[in-house]
């Protein structure tokens, strides 16, 4: 049972991303209609921006991945998130 609680927490974490652009694409059409003076590419990057900024953050966590828990990093991110 353990086994499969960590394997469906791992994958559960693996969706954030995925889910995040999932809720956010369906409002684009009226964040652009909120926003009229924003240029279209701006209001795409809504979608990229979270996935880009993952790259930098993955550098900062293995550094702190030597002095914390994973366990309490993975709490502290998904808290910010």
Known sequence: ???????TAILSV????????????PAL???ALAFPEANDTMIKLI????SVMIIPFI???SH????FSKKSILFFG????
């Not at 049972?1 to 394997?7: A, F, G, S, T």
């Not at 991303?17 to 809720?23: E, Q, S």
């Not at 979608?47 to 979270?50: A, C, G």
């Open 64 to 67: 702190l991945s030597k002095r």
């Open 29 to 31: 059409g009226d964040i």
């Open 78 to 81: 998904m808290f910010f998130i």
């Open 14 to 25: 693996s969706l954030l991303t995925v889910m995040a652009g999932a809720a956010i694409s």
């Open 59 to 61: 550098y900062v966590s």
């Open 47 to 50: 979608l990229t921006l979270p």
């Open 1 to 7: 049972m353990n086994k499969r609680l960590i394997k």
